[in-house]
Structures are given as structure tokens and as C-alpha cells.
């Protein structure tokens, strides 16, 4: 294993030191292993905290700032964070308006954080929560029950980050949450494993000339394992999925994320957007709005998602409304 | 090899289609090969042209927009532009004001805008052209006379982009981009060797144990091959050799950049930033702006480059200067 590490037992909180040192506008609690919005809480506002095991960078952190999330709670690599971290985060945040989880579907991050809800609410703590469960490649896997939680995260934070940052109450932050992720799906696809610190080696085999089709983000086997296709093919794969799950209704447009999963050269990422463009140019799919980058990431693994969010004009104005984090920044 | 394309040959030509389809606010010319902001030529505008390589993503394409390009000039992976290609981009976005080449110091890249410019020159176009050479490893390499030319790119675009788009004119704007590159000094580490899709296979033989200390962004020899070691050490090492090479003078703050090479996960980019921040605060440099992600990147290589502006009060003005382009983005 070859890694720009200290230590395996050591990767969070350095990592932590690293983005507390490069962003003074965010505020990182190290003992409580927690990333908070300076200005925090901020009065009258409904929060947003969300979190989940880390090597998913920039998610959750690289989200956090004005008009998405006021804090995030990142757990060791791949594993939830803990209930304490999370009740930190949601108290170091609430200004009595309430917060809003936003979680993905896996066990040990739904467990965790109900348990966080529970006590956060015996303190008087207003918490909602919204499930993130977009992934159309399974159902049930070796980490969740019900659908996999990835990169419509992104839609759901952003845009009901906005619908906060402009003074909606919590039920209604919630209930658009909701609905952004209804209208979300997602498929992924894995060139090769992706190796943890812990383990030091690869979490599966994936021999030289096969791909997993339908990977989750920790290494979850998908539908099946195949020889490796042309862009092409990999992109008509995804998306049919996608659509197959949810077509497009009347006055929707598409929001795109092209995603590499940690290891992909960019240039690839615009090779399949080149694709997704296309199939959804066939189906009369319009694009409002997309970004081609790494947001979800799984390591060092090479490979692809494809998320849509089959976005109504409330949706489509609070994307395009201004965000400031480390890793998604326009309007302001 | 496996990678997300169609075919070897049409990896430029598909990744530009991706680019023309999700970026509407730039213009690609598919022909020439060529990324040009859409509302190029600007009226009274300085121009700003660069160009490399492809493989290098976001650089240089990802650097066009309000603030920073005009145009990029993508050359066919690891490969310089051609000059008729450097000079329909030229072509593009003169004004009448003239135009401004950034050019990374590498043989074929310095040949053929040199033939271009002359070109250019002979029909009109005032051209100036900036070398790029801050990558303190080496002198001279299999790719290279002199220094090459790395991360400090993305500070010279940024800088000399913001005057150009304040209205500086041609000379202004040619002076403030050399003395940002004699200003920048940047080192690069590879734990891994990348692999172009023309070889199928990586172009350097490095052991599982073994890491490349002052590697160049084509996998080009560095100072020596070692043993992996710590993130701390390997940060000593980089910023050893960059403040080795240029102190910081009086007035003078840092802009740091800490570039991932392609297939390096955000989280070990932030392990590096924290050791780059805590030897920065021994040596009494203060960290005036920073970015930590994939800037300039090297296809696939795992790994990391830390470049260092030592930038005056005029400098670190224009890096906050409003910018929109798909890589960079702040202040619109």
C-alpha cells in the first residue's frame, strides 16, 4: 500500500488539521471530530448537518458553508461516525430552529444517527431526518437495507442548503430534502478496488480486464461483473438504469453529476459526460445544470457514478442560487 | 490498461465533445481543437492563451473564463499543440489588444507556440509569451531544457488573468505573469507511474515500496528513487527544496497550492496540507490563500506537488479577484 499517510490509525485527524489549516471559514472541532460553518449557529436559520465514514472526499466536509451544510461529522474511513460526534455537530449549529440530517442509507449511519435525533431531541433540539437512497444498482447489500445512499447527495444538500439559507423552516427544508431525493438516482461503476488504510490492500479482487457494474461507494458488489467496454457502452449501462427507475414527468429538467470515484483522470470524466450528453439529448432529456468532477469518491478507486436529479424550477433556482464551500463555490 | 474511453485515437477529440456539452459559457471549436470563453474576442481585452499537453486536467481547458483564459489549446495526450491549433486560438480572442502566451518550459511546447507567435506576429497579433519553469527537482530532463514547468501555471493563469481582465495592457499583463513565475517554486512526489491510453501500460517501472521524489508531471525521472515514507517527511522533503530555492522576502505571504497528480484521494491531499501548513508556521511563512485538490494532474499518477507563490500585495489582490471558469471559481 502506498499512501501519503502518518499513520493508518491517524488518517481522520490529520486530515482534519488539514482542512482546519486551509479553511479558516470553517470552524474544526478535533476532539469532537466535527466541521462547523465559523459564523455557526447562525440565528434564525434551520441547520443542515449530514455526515457518514470518511473517504468519500470532498463529501461530507468539502460541502460545508453558506447555502449548503452548517456542519458536517465525518467518521473513521468507511465507518459512520458516532452518536456523540454527531450530537456535537448538530448542537454546535442549532440556533433553535432546528436541524435537518441528512444521511445515506447505509446501517450503521441510520442507526447512528436516529440515535443522535433521540437525544438531541430529549435536549429540545429540532431534528428531521432525510434519507438519501439513490442508488438504482441494488437493492439491499452487504451495508444497507433498501437502496444505497451516494452521489444525489450532492442535489439533496445543495438545494435544500438553499432552501435554508433563505430562511425556510425546518419541515419545509425537510420535505424538500425529500423530495430532491425521490427525484434522484444513480449508478456506478468500478474499474478497480479501492484499498483503506487499515487494510492495506485492495477491499476486492477485480481482475485486469473486468469491471464491477452497479459498485457502491465502499466497494459493494453491484449487478455483475463484466470484461471492461467503451465509455459508450459504460454510459448507455447508467443511465438506462437510471431512466428505466425514473423517467423525466412534464416541466423537469436534468441536474447531471458526472463523478469520478477517486482514482479517474478528469479527462475520462468528460469523455462519459460526452455520452451522458448524448443519450440524454436522444430521450429529449434538457440539461439545466451539471457538474463533471470528484464529489462522492470512494479512495483511490477508479470508476464512474452517474447521478440525475430530475429537477422541477424550485429545484433548478435553489441549485443555481450562490454556495460557498471548499468544493462547490458560484454566486458569491 | 483499463480506462474510461472510446478508443485510444479519439480521447482528446471525445473528452472536448464532453466539455462543449456541459460548459455552454465556453466555445469549442472541434476542428481546431480548441476552448475559448464564448463571449471571446473581448472588446479592449488583454488575451490570455495556454496550452500543453492533454492528461493534464483541469489544466488548461478548466482554466478558461472570466478572470483567468481566453483559450486553451489542448494537444493530443502528453503531446504539445500543433501551431496552427495555438494559432486559431490566437485568432479567437485578439482584440486587437494582443495576446499573452503561457507556456509550460517544455521543448515541444516552447517550439511550437514560438512558431506560432511568429506567425501571429506576421499577420498583426501582438503576442507575448511567459515560460513557466518553477519545478525546483530538476535541470534539465528528457523533456525539458532548464526548469520545468508545473503547478505554478495555475498562479501565473489566475494572477496575470485578473489584470488582464481589469484592463492591463499586453506588457502589463506579460511583466505581472513573469514575475509570478519567478516568484513560484513547486516540487513532486509519484507513488505511482501513470499510464497514457496510446501505451496501455504505465510508462515508468516504480516497486510497491518505492516512490519518485521530484517527479516531473509526464512520470519524467526526479531527484532519486526511496522508500515511501510519512506524509511529514515527504512534505519536509518538497518544501525543503522550494524555500531551499527562493526564501520568502519581506511583504511577501504564500499562496499555496497542494495539487493532487490524478489518482491521490482528497483525504491524503489534506494530510499532506496540514504538514505543508505546520513546517510554513515554523519557517514563519504565512499562508495568505490556498487551494488542495487535482489542479495539475498527471492522468492516473498517485501522488502529490506542492507549489509556493511568494506573493506581493498586487499578487495576492488579483488571486482574490473574481474568477469563473470550471475549475476555479469565486467572487461571481
Given at each position: ?76 474511513i ?70 444505497r445512499?451516494?452521489?444525489a ?48 490492500r ?68 468528460y ?19 451539471n ?8 479512495l ?33
Open positions: 500500500m502506498k499512501k501519503l499517510i502518518n499513520t493508518p490509525e491517524s488518517v481522520l485527524s490529520d486530515a482534519l488539521a488539514g482542512i482546519a489549516a486551509m479553511h479558516p471559514e470553517l470552524r474544526v472541532d478535533a476532539a469532537n471530530k466535527t466541521i462547523v460553518r465559523a459564523d455557526a449557529p447562525r440565528p434564525g436559520k434551520t441547520a443542515l448537518v449530514s455526515g457518514g465514514g470518511s473517504g468519500h472526499e470532498p463529501l461530507h466536509g468539502g460541502f460545508v458553508g453558506p447555502g449548503m451544510l452548517d456542519a458536517a461529522c465525518p467518521g473513521e468507511f465507518t459512520s461516525p458516532v452518536p456523540d460526534q454527531i450530537l456535537a455537530a448538530a448542537r454546535a449549529v442549532d440556533s433553535g430552529n432546528g436541524v435537518l440530517f441528512v444521511v445515506k442509507n447505509y446501517t450503521g449511519d441510520v442507526m447512528n444517527f436516529q440515535l443522535a435525533a433521540d437525544i438531541a431531541t430529549d435536549e429540545g433540539i429540532g431534528v428531521r431526518t432525510v434519507l438519501v437512497n439513490d442508488d438504482v444498482a441494488v437493492r439491499d447489500s452487504t451495508w444497507t437495507a433498501g437502496r445512499g451516494t452521489g447527495t450532492v442535489f439533496v444538500e445543495k438545494i435544500a442548503g438553499a432552501l435554508a439559507e433563505r430562511g425556510a423552516d425546518l419541515d419545509k427544508v425537510a420535505e424538500l430534502a425529500e423530495r430532491v431525493n425521490a427525484a434522484s438516482r444513480s449508478f456506478a461503476i468500478a474499474l478497480t478496488a479501492c484499498t483503506t488504510p487499515a487494510a492495506g485492495p477491499g476486492f479482487e477485480l481482475p485486469g480486464d473486468e469491471i464491477e457494474i452497479g459498485v457502491g461507494i465502499h466497494g459493494e458488489p453491484g449487478r455483475s461483473r463484466e470484461k471492461l467496454r467503451s465509455a459508450r457502452e459504460l454510459a448507455e449501462i447508467a443511465l438506462g438504469a437510471i431512466l428505466a427507475d425514473r423517467s423525466p414527468e412534464p416541466g423537469e429538467q436534468a441536474i447531471v453529476l458526472v463523478n469520478g470515484l477517486g482514482g479517474t483522470p478528469l479527462i475520462e470524466l469523455i462519459m459526460a460526452a455520452e451522458v450528453a448524448a443519450i440524454l439529448s436522444r430521450h429529449e432529456v434538457p440539461i439545466a445544470a457538474l463533471v468532477g470528484n464529489y462522492v469518491t470512494s483511490d478507486m477508479a470508476g464512474v457514478s452517474i447521478s440525475l436529479c430530475h429537477a422541477d424550477t424550485e429545484m433548478l433556482d435553489l441549485w443555481a442560487a450562490p454556495v460557498a464551500t471548499p468544493a462547490l463555490r458560484w454566486g458569491c
